[in-house]
Structure formats: structure tokens, C-alpha cells
């Protein structure tokens, strides 16, 4: 059964500075998507980045941007000039590829980041 | 374009009561999943469907839990009779269709307690 692994139940970074979250996962599927969303206070989860587990080039948007270690099964999403609207918890999530349960999300447990003015 | 809508916010019972709750996905969007994530843990399938039919209700509690989708757009998930470990939020999800590429969309959810 694929898991998915957050090891850091929370992390604080200084406003403007850089903070890696960690995630780990386990899976013996080669095609698969993943995924990194933010869920603030207010519950409503967004979608922070995805990455396809075939392209070797780590997705980047804007100031997020993952470090993508396929053989390791290391997914790990990096935050840069972290700004006080990053304060959230940050789920990582892997994609069921193939079959009945295609598309459907398993979630890590998450990380609480707290953004310091 | 409006997200995905979910009613209601909040819900406070008794335990071995009933309760529904409501989503109306994303127009066009063809699948519809609810989560449940309870506190201090990620959230957990709970169902997915395409258009109107059931594509995995693996991890569905079906002795208590119901969920449908009338004509493919608004579903409701109903709860009956409520336990204490119900409480958590439920979460509605919708994407264009299934494929593990293709976004969810998430809406606000409805957190449950259950005293």
C-alpha cells in the first residue's frame, strides 16, 4: 500500500528567509504525480505544486520550488523568501496513477509552518 | 469561476444522531471525492464518484456513512447514527475527471463534532 511520510509536525522560518519541508514516500508504481497543498486556518486546501514523476527537471512556481529524489522517494518542497501569508499547514500528497482508485489522494499528516516577522 | 461549495460550515450533535451534509462541485467537473480529516492528521478518502456513479467507496464506514450524487453535480454525505470519533471535517473535492493529473479542487468543508 503507498504511505506518505511527513517526519516534521512543524517548522518556523523568519519572514524572507528560506524553509525546506520534508516528505517521503512509498510506492512500486514508475508513473505516478505528486503533490504539495496548503491548507490555511480558514480549511480551504490549495494546490502549491505538482510534480510528474517521469520528468526528471524539479517543478518550480514562483517561490516554491521541490527537490524531487525519485530512487530515494524523497519529495521535499523549498520556500524561498517565505512571506507571513506561507503560514499554513502543508500537506504532501501522492497520486494514485493507475486503476478503480485512479486520481484518488493520499495525504501525509502535515507540517505546521509558522512565518516570524 | 466559482469553487467548490459546501453547506454546512459548522455542525455541533449528539452522538446516534444523523446528519447530512452538502457539496456542489465545480461546473463541468465530472468527479467529486469527500475526505475526512481529522484533527492533527491528513485527510482520508472517503468516497469518489464519476458523474453520478460510485468509483471507490473502499474506506467508507457503510454500516453509517452514505453518500450519493444526484444527476452528477451536488452530492450529499449523511451520517447515521453519529459516533464521537465522526468529529473531524469533511472535506469536498472535484476535478475535471479522474486521472492522477488532473487538479482537486478543493471546497471549505464542514467540521463535525460530535459530543
Known amino acids: 500500500a503507498q504511505t506518505v511520510t511527513q517526519s516534521q509536525p512543524e517548522m518556523s522560518v523568519q519572514e524572507a528567509e528560506t524553509v525546506t519541508l520534508s516528505c517521503t514516500y512509498d510506492t512500486s508504481e514508475s508513473d505516478y504525480y505528486l503533490f504539495w497543498y496548503k491548507q490555511p486556518p480558514s480549511r480551504q486546501m490549495i494546490l502549491v505544486i505538482r510534480q510528474e514523476a517521469y520528468k526528471q527537471q524539479n517543478a518550480t512556481e514562483n517561490r516554491f520550488s521541490v527537490n524531487f529524489q525519485k530512487a530515494a522517494k524523497s519529495f521535499s518542497l523549498k520556500i524561498s523568501d517565505s512571506q507571513l501569508g506561507d503560514a499554513a499547514m502543508y500537506f504532501c500528497?501522492?497520486?494514485?496513477?493507475?486503476?478503480?482508485?485512479?486520481?484518488?489522494?493520499?495525504f501525509g499528516k502535515g507540517t505546521k509552518l509558522s512565518v516570524k516577522p | 469561476e466559482a469553487g467548490v461549495a459546501q453547506s454546512p460550515r459548522y455542525k455541533i450533535i449528539e452522538k446516534r444522531q444523523s446528519v447530512a451534509f452538502w457539496c456542489n462541485p465545480i461546473s463541468g467537473h465530472a468527479t467529486l471525492y469527500w475526505y475526512q480529516q481529522i484533527l492533527g492528521q491528513g485527510p482520508k478518502l472517503l468516497i469518489q464518484?464519476?458523474?453520478?456513479?460510485?468509483?471507490?467507496d473502499s474506506q467508507l464506514p457503510k454500516d453509517r456513512f452514505s453518500a450519493e450524487r444526484l444527476k452528477g453535480v451536488d452530492s450529499t454525505l449523511k451520517i447515521q447514527p453519529a459516533k464521537l470519533e465522526d468529529s473531524a471535517v469533511y472535506l469536498c473535492a472535484s476535478s475535471i475527471n479522474t486521472g492522477s493529473y488532473n487538479e482537486q479542487f478543493f471546497g471549505p468543508g464542514t467540521r463535525l463534532t460530535v459530543l
Open positions: 500528497a501522492y497520486s494514485i496513477p493507475y486503476g478503480g482508485s485512479q486520481g484518488n489522494l493520499i
Open positions: 464518484f464519476q458523474n453520478n456513479g460510485v468509483v471507490d
